[in-house]
Nanobody, 124 residues
Framework: QVQLVESGGGLVQAGGSLRLSCAAS????????MAWFRQAPGKEREFVAA????????SYADSVKGRFTISRDNAKNTVYLQMNSLKPEDTAVYFC?????????????????WGQGTQVTVSS
């Protein structure tokens, strides 16, 4: 079991940056694949970025590629999402998720553990 708590959301102007953090409980954080999803009002939750338990370059949705960067610090049990060049369409609640699956996935169904979400609002 792992518990996830997101932070770092807020209101930012278009073109600005935010860094989201997701702190995980437990001693086995380093064995989890981690991901960020987001959900805008009236829309389904969608994949944003993911990183395997071993790290690496990560996987990104086309809509954020080149602007967002996922990273993790296993010593701090934390995963981050650096968001640059933000656009109004990035406005959503952002969720951190964890998976023990052997394969890193972009699908919601593979992630059993979720945080409560943090609001990101980008004004035009």
């Amino acid at each position: 079991q792992v518990q996830l708590v997101e932070s770092g959301g807020g209101l930012v102007q278009a073109g600005g940056s935010l860094r989201l953090s997701c702190a995980a409980s437990g001693r086995t954080f380093s064995s989890y694949n981690m991901a960020w999803f987001r959900q805008a009002p009236g829309k389904e939750r969608e994949f944003v970025a993911a990183m395997s338990w071993s790290g690496g370059s990560g996987s990104y949705a086309d809509s954020v590629k080149g602007r967002f960067t996922i990273s993790r610090d296993n010593a701090k049990n934390t995963v981050y999402l650096q968001m640059n060049s933000l656009k109004p369409e990035d406005t959503a609640v952002y969720f951190c998720a964890a998976s023990r699956s052997m394969i890193m996935s972009t699908s919601l169904a593979h992630y059993a553990f979720w945080g409560q979400g943090t609001q990101v609002t980008v004004s035009s």
